[in-house]
Nanobody
Framework: QVQLVESGGGLVQAGGSLRLSCAASGGSFSRYAMGWFRQVPGKEREFVAFINWSGSGGTTYYADSVKDRFAISRDNPKNTVYLQMNSLKPEDTAVYYC????????????????WGQGTQVTVSP
């Protein structure tokens, strides 16, 4: 059983930056792909980025809407995955969730077995 705890959300002005963290416990962290998703009220949870497990080189993949602005990374000794968010836009406002699945990353939320509780990111105009 993997437990995930996100942190780092908050209020930022458009054009600013935030770094989200997700601390994992209870599993072999390096063997899990880690994903970031986001959700606004009334909408489905949306894929943001994933980073593959370390055995596949930790390759990354991004949604088109965040490509070149966001960067996902992982620190295996610290059992932590990060989402560096730059050039934030009001449309990035959402609750951000991290998720874990065995080995390979996916873009569909239902493919992930473990989820954090989420952290709110609000971008003001």
């Amino acid at each position: 059983q993997v437990q995930l705890v996100e942190s780092g959300g908050g209020l930022v002005q458009a054009g600013g930056s935030l770094r989200l963290s997700c601390a994992a416990s209870g599993g072999s962290f390096s063997r899990y792909a880690m994903g970031w998703f986001r959700q606004v009220p009334g909408k489905e949870r949306e894929f943001v980025a994933f980073i593959n497990w370390s055995g596949s080189g930790g390759t990354t993949y991004y949604a088109d809407s965040v490509k070149d602005r966001f960067a996902i990374s992982r620190d295996n000794p610290k059992n932590t995955v990060y989402l560096q968010m730059n050039s934030l836009k009001p449309e990035d406002t959402a609750v951000y969730y991290c998720a874990a699945r065995w080995r390979a990353g996916m873009v569909v939320p239902s493919d992930y077995a473990y989820w954090g509780q989420g952290t709110q990111v609000t971008v003001s105009p």
